[in-house]
Every structure is written in C-alpha cells, then in structure tokens.
C-alpha cells in the first residue's frame, strides 16, 4: 500500500518542527510522565506526516496542501 502524497513542502517542514518542539517539552522533566507519553504519541504522528507527506486526516475531507 502506498501513500498518497497531500501535503506541500511547508506543510510537511512545519509538521518536522513542530515535532521536534513537542518531543523536547516530552524530554524536558517539566510535564508528568502520562503527559509526556501523550506528547511523544503526538510528535510520533507529527514526525511520521511530515517525513512522509501524507496526512491521514485530509482525505476523508479531499484536502491537500501540494500546488
């Protein structure tokens, strides 16, 4: 199965960064380790849209940022 490819480069560069921030208030200490797990699920996802270019989330509603 291959993925369709829905999101354009600053879509995907913003998802990256975003994970990247998320994953270091995760390892920061600053949150309970419940919340911590939550954030690392979330930057997973992020991380796991930008790397790829597919959004999950856009196709039931037939969107997409590529141009």
């Known amino acids: ?3 369709l490819v829905n999101m354009g480069r ?3 560069l913003v998802r ?3 994970a990247a921030a ?3 208030v995760a390892l920061s ?3 309970s380790k419940g919340t911590a797990a ?3 699920v979330w930057a997973a996802a992020m991380l ?3 790397a790829s270019g597919h959004c999950p989330l856009y ?3 037939g969107f997409s940022t590529c141009r």
């Open 1 to 3: 199965m291959s993925l």
């Open 59 to 61: 196709r039931p509603f």
């Open 10 to 12: 600053t879509d995907r």
């Open 29 to 31: 200490g600053r949150v």
């Open 48 to 50: 796991f849209s930008g």
């Open 16 to 18: 990256l960064a975003g």
């Open 38 to 40: 939550g954030l690392a």
């Open 22 to 24: 998320v994953t270091t």
